[in-house]
C-alpha cells in the first residue's frame, strides 16, 4: 500500500507541475535523467548501483544502533557520499538529486 501511494504521489505531483509549470517541464525534459554521450548504458546502470550502495551503507552504518560511536561521525559519512560519490554520478548523467 505504500509503495501504491508513493506512484501515486509521484504521478500527481508531476501532474501538478506539468500543468502550472509547463515551460520549465519542456525545458528541462521533466526532469528525465540521461546518459552524457561517450558514456555506455552499463556504465551508467554500474554507477547507479554503486552510487545507490554507497549512500545505503552510508545510512545503514550512521543510524546503526549497535555502535557506541554513530551519532559522532554521522554528518562525516554524509558529507563523504555528498562530496566523493555525487560528483562522479554528476559527471555521467544531466542531473543530481538536488536539482
Known amino acids: 500500500m505504500y ?6 504521489g509521484a504521478i500527481a505531483g508531476v501532474g501538478l ?8 517541464f519542456d525545458r528541462y525534459g521533466g526532469g528525465a535523467n540521461f546518459l552524457h554521450d561517450g558514456y555506455s548504458t552499463g556504465v551508467g546502470l554500474g554507477a547507479e548501483i554503486v552510487g545507490t550502495f554507497v549512500l545505503v551503507y552510508t545510512v545503514f ?9 554513530r551519532d559522532s561521525h554521522v554528518p562525516v559519512c554524509f558529507h563523504f557520499y555528498i562530496f566523493f560519490i ?4 554528476v559527471v555521467l548523467f544531466s542531473k543530481c538529486m538536488y536539482e
Request: aromatic share 12%; hydrophobic share 50%; proline share 7%.
Open 61 to 69: 552504518s550512521a543510524t546503526d544502533p549497535k555502535r557506541s560511536a
Open 86 to 89: 555525487l560528483p562522479f554520478l
Open 3 to 8: 509503495m501504491v501511494a508513493q506512484c501515486l
Open 17 to 24: 507541475v506539468k500543468a502550472f509549470q509547463s515551460a520549465y
